[in-house]
């Protein structure tokens, strides 16, 4: 089964620290995506990238960055954390085309990040 | 722009009952997801329904999908504690890679 790993489980952090979330996804998937969810909110889109070294804007981007200098690995990197970017952080990979569509998306276990 | 509208929003239930959670989307999509999420866990996949007129089961929990009426549903057959959870349903934008999602059904089960 394709594993999608983050490196945190919970994470505090204090205001103004720059914050870095990773996940690691050993199926050779070419899609990544960062979410966060929030109660009431849902499951809002961040970034994503289709490919390595390929970023796109999801729905949230503003005080997140990210990285795909290699295939497995997608970081999301919040410049300098707020207490507004509190939140539960869920990064998911996929294979696209075919395959990808019969799979679906594959979750990590999601981080917890408090800002205080 | 394509939406997706889960209802109900909450539901609590009786063990035993059978019950309906419905996902509707605005715009024509061939792939409708099902996720289940545990409270303070990640979401795991339940189905992924790919054609019009499909149906997945897995144990009490039965997926369907007609892409005429843009409308999949999720059947709960004699409901037990443990699917208490919430149940999402998620649709991919043909335009792009991303998925659009519901906002998620609660469904408790009570004893």
């Known amino acids: 089964d394709v594993k999608v790993t983050q490196s945190s489980r919970y994470l505090v952090k204090r205001t103004g620290e720059k914050v870095f979330l990773e996940c690691v996804q050993d199926?050779?998937?070419?899609?990544m995506f960062w979410y966060r969810q929030d109660p009431g909110l849902g499951l809002r889109l961040i970034y994503f990238?289709?490919?390595?070294?390929?970023?796109e804007k999801g729905d949230i981007p503003e005080g997140y960055s990210v990285s795909r200098e290699k295939k497995e690995r997608f970081s999301l990197i919040l410049e300098s954390a707020s207490t507004n970017q509190t939140s539960m952080y869920l990064c998911a990979s996929r294979k696209p085309g075919h395959m990808g569509s019969r799979i679906g998306y594959t979750f990590g276990s999601g981080t917890r990040l408090t800002v205080v | 722009e394509l939406k997706v509208e889960q209802n109900p929003l909450f539901l609590s239930m009786q063990e035993g009952k059978n019950y309906t959670i419905y996902c509707n989307y605005s715009?024509?999509?061939?792939?409708l997801y099902w996720y289940r999420q545990d409270p303070g866990k990640s979401l795991e996949s339940l189905f992924v329904?790919?054609?019009n007129g499909a149906v997945k089961q897995e144990g009490r929990l039965m997926a369907s999908l007609d892409t005429k009426a843009r409308l999949s549903t999720l059947h709960i057959t004699a409901a037990v504690h443990d699917l208490s959870a919430t149940y999402f349903c998620a649709v991919d934008n043909n335009s792009n890679y991303q998925l659009i999602w519901g906002a998620g059904t609660k469904l408790i089960i009570k004893p």
């Open positions: 990238s289709y490919d390595v070294k390929m970023k």
């Open positions: 715009t024509t999509s061939d792939r």
């Open positions: 199926m050779d998937h070419e899609n």
């Open positions: 329904l790919l054609s």
